[in-house]
């Protein structure tokens, strides 16, 4: 009887622990935290593509932090979703640039209008061609800013998801630079840069702008002041949007 008691009391004991609902937290794009919810929320979420095979995802159960794809009760759910979601084409290379393009190509940059013929040449030269299709990533938030682009053709949106939701920062058109600030600073990359249609691309890596400094330093330095002023710009803009938005918060209190 004593025996019998024990395992019911154990078993008793055994109830609520067997019966807790197991909750998660998730460490999003955006670095923010986003939880505790149940499992049925982060299957919702997975659906909905907030969370991808390598988001980090704390689950109570075991006290720790996982990628989402080694936790078995979501494995199954981002397979399915990623079988209906092909994966977004990255840049495809063509060659190098000087086999592709000719100097008529960079007329359209702004940047580049003060440079002659032989300059424009050798600029070229330490170029890379790419392309990306329609939908296709060419930059992704979180990787490494090992160069920068320079749009050809197509059209380009600068996107970021914050809590969960796709935001459009930009659009970018031919003639437009990406990715310089990432490639100067060393950082990763800030946001997303997707193609809006089909665009070919000028790519210049972090260590071919370097082997230019070296090589033709009179070319790297006018480069270098151009980009300047396209990024002193930005600032500009991005500063006035920041003012304009607080003055209209303000008016309205």
Known sequence: MLANALGQEQSHCRMPIDNKEVNYKVWASDNVVYGPVPLETLLEWVADGRVLPTTWVFSHEINSWKPANSLSPLSDALAEYHTSHAPLPMPCEVGKAEESITIDHLRQFDVLAGLGQAELEQFIDHCMVMEVEEGGIIMKKGSPGDGLFMILSGEARVRLIAAGEDQTLATVKAGSFIGEVAMFSQTQRSADVLAQTLCH????????????????????????FALGHIMADRMVAGNQRLQSKTSSEFLWL
Do not use: D, I, Y
């Open 201 to 224: 691309l000028l790519f210049m890596s972090t260590e071919a702008f370097r082997n230019m400094m070296k090589t033709e330093p009179k070319l790297a330095s006018a480069v270098l």
